[in-house]
């Protein structure tokens, strides 16, 4: 369908002031929320409660709060309670009403902006707390300041109440309580492990502060609601230790730094462990910059000229006869760095990359300082380093052969497809499913069971290699890791830690494992391998784990599938206690219509989605259920035994 010229020059003449459209005060939050908070789902509804948390923490940081309470309210409302100095309550010059209101309604207002009040701040450029209000059908601001507790009260971002006073204080601080709008967000429910992570960073983050969690939607038996307080005395270096404490350290010690450098206050704190991955955290006044930025350079370049300059005036690396690169200084290193700036520049709008040019000289220079005067004073700890760093650069040279003969013999080299692939017809990725199945006999079954247009099936011979504890060449020399990378098209990126989806040929990437504690393993390890290997998958919403049912239930004529012991009470009390409840171990004891009807046809099954929340708590609880120390493998199954459904 065309339009004549005249028409289109005819609509352009519509275009008038009268089309331009003014949103006042707090109305273009809630006209398009996800430019501010980054998204409406589950990310942005907790990203409230770290705005109004970050406005406590600065008050710490000025030096004027210890305390800071989270309760998560049994309606899903928030209480964020601290000892600060309290908001102001007077009257603003400018704006002709009270401060309170004018932090709790208007964009980029705060003492933030006036750098005699906060030195450094985290939040969102001063539009936080403001956005929360915007955000929230009900909030409620109490100020403890001068002797007197003053109100205020607010509904969709607008005052409902005039500022008043409502009794005495002997103390002071801010109490901010809010409820988040359910037509704005599409999940309106608060994670206690959520909040709970996050405040736990805070405390690692800020030493000696003291951070509490309650929840009063889960009460114990005694009526004790469930609660958690946070607090920290030596900051990163516990907090070093908190993330690596299922991993055997090589050294033994905790390289910590807290100073500060060309004007910047840093902290840094770093170890070496036995397993060969890199996790480095880094933090801008509290802000978690997930992608780095220049004072993630500044950290590397630091550490790794220093490290080569030990290595080569000591004689250390000689005998490698293998090239040392940048990543080799890095393997089996866990590190958090955290700075603190006076005006961060933060490339995108969730602030995920740090762009000040001036923080990475600062934070090398810090950096190169503290780990010169280490590896002098710590002559056997600085060998052992580097004859890690020796041993990563020739696993790298060995992992890049093995990743070679991976693309040399991949499809997309002419190389072929695995041969126990049963492929689909389609060649449409996003309606295609590839289903990865324990066995060849359930995967036979599965085979038959199947919907050849859209369903592949990959069987997998026993338990895949643990990737948790390989080292890279290992992990390419794998039969089964090797035809599932080929069975999914992708191409190995460079450091061997992720793929290019380019070419995937699959956009529901499903484990069916039997539902026993050997299925559960192989659908863990296989979790361990996507995490570690292909997190993009993960990242895309690909990875997902199929459900088949633990009973079946039938008496005459009446027949019903149970995927728990309640459903099958349910059955029972309907049918009568002559029911017949079958219980399936394996995948193999369904015929090709059971499991089609069970688990793969789209409009009976249920579907899993694996979804990273926390990247941090994933990597830790990978490492303890995936690693070398079985104590905190243990504890934490006989902790969540009575969780999980676990066969004698």
């Given amino acids: 369908m065309t339009e004549d010229i005249n028409d289109i020059y005819d609509k352009k003449e519509d275009y008038t002031a009268h089309n331009i459209q003014v949103l006042e005060g707090l109305e273009a939050v809630r006209k398009r929320p996800a430019m501010y908070i980054g998204d409406i789902s589950e990310r942005g509804l907790h990203h409230l409660v770290y705005e109004v948390v970050d406005n406590s923490i ?45 932090v709790l309604t208007v964009l980029h207002a705060g003492g933030k902006f ?54 005495e204080s002997d103390h002071t601080g801010t109490t901010i309580i809010f409820h988040p709008d359910a037509s704005i967000f ?27 969690i309650t929840d009063e939607r889960d009460a114990d038996e ?32 905790i390289i910590h730094l807290n100073t500060e450098s060309q ?84 490339e995108g709008q969730t602030k995920t990359k740090l762009g000040n040019s001036e923080i990475a000289p600062a934070v090398r220079s810090a950096v190169s300082s503290a780990m010169e005067i280490y590896l002098e004073e710590n002559p056997q700890q600085a060998k052992t380093i580097i004859e890690k760093i020796v041993t990563a650069a020739q696993a790298r040279e060995a992992a890049l052969k093995a ?48 919907d050849r247009q859209f369903q592949a099936i990959l069987p997998l011979r026993g338990k895949i290699l643990n990737v948790e504890k390989a080292l890279d060449h290992k992990v390419f020399e794998s039969d089964e890791i090797t035809n599932m990378f080929k069975a999914l098209r992708v191409t190995v990126s460079e450091d061997g ?51 088949p049912p633990l009973y079946k239930c039938s008496r005459g004529k009446a ?40 688990t793969m046809s789209p409009e009976h099954r249920l579907l899993k989605r694996v979804h990273i929340n926390d990247a941090q708590e994933a990597d830790r609880i990978f490492t303890m259920l995936m690693g070398d120390e079985v104590g905190p493998r243990r504890d934490f199954i006989e902790a969540n035994a009575n969780y999980a459904n676990i066969d004698a």
């Fill in 263 to 346: 004007g910047v206050p840093v902290e840094v704190a770093l170890t070496y462990n036995g397993d060969w991955k890199d996790r480095i955290y880094s933090y801008v006044n509290n802000i978690n910059t997930i992608e780095g930025g220049t004072h993630v350079t500044g950290f590397k370049t630091g550490l790794g000229g220093t490290l080569k300059r030990y290595a080569d005036a000591n004689k250390l690396a000689e005998k490698a006869k293998v090239e040392i690169k940048a990543e080799d200084y890095i393997q089996g290193l866990t590190a958090v760095i955290s700075v603190k700036v006076m005006e961060p520049q933060f």
């Fill in 559 to 598: 027949e019903e599938y149970c995927w728990t012991e309640a459903q099958v009470q349910q059955f029972i009390d309907k049918h009568g206690s002559a029911t017949k409840v079958m219980r399936y171990k394996g995948l193999g004891e369904m015929d090709d219509k059971e499991l089609r009807y069970t």
């Fill in 222 to 253: 005694e009526g004790n609601f469930r609660c958690e307080t946070f607090y920290s005395e030596t900051g990163l270096r516990a907090f070093v230790e908190y993330i690596d404490q299922n991993r055997p350290s090589i050294i033994n010690d």
């Fill in 403 to 450: 990743r070679k003969n991976i693309l040399r013999k991949s499809p997309l080299s002419g190389g072929g497809l695995p041969g126990k692939l049963a492929d689909c017809s389609s060649r449409h990725a996003e309606d295609c499913e590839l289903f990865l199945v324990e066995g060849d006999s359930a995967g036979g079954t599965a085979k038959n069971a199947r």
């Fill in 58 to 102: 600065d008050e710490a940081l000025a030096g004027f709060a210890k305390n800071i309470n989270v309760t998560i309210l049994k309606d899903n409302s928030i209480k964020v309670v601290d000892d600060g100095r309290g908001i102001p309550v007077d009257m603003h010059e400018k704006e002709h009403k009270s401060a309170l209101e004018v």
């Fill in 114 to 167: 006036d750098k005699g009040s906060y030195k450094v701040s985290g939040g969102l450029h001063g539009v936080g707390v403001s956005c929360v209000n915007a955000l929230s059908d009900y909030l409620r601001a109490e100020v403890r300041r001068d002797g007197k507790l003053y109100v205020q009260e607010y509904a969709y971002g607008k005052p409902t109440t005039e500022v008043k006073v409502v009794g």
């Fill in 497 to 547: 830690h992720d793929v290019n989806l380019d070419r995937l040929a699959y956009h529901k990437i499903i484990i069916m494992t039997d539902a026993d504690v050997d299925g559960a393993h192989i659908a863990t390890l296989l979790m361990t391998f996507f995490f570690r290997r292909m997190p993009s998958i993960i990242e895309n919403g690909y990875l997902y784990i199929a459900t």
């Fill in 186 to 212: 599409t999940v309106t429910e608060y994670r206690y492990e959520t909040l709970a992570n996050r405040l736990r960073d805070l405390a690692f983050l800020n030493a000696g502060i003291t951070l509490t």
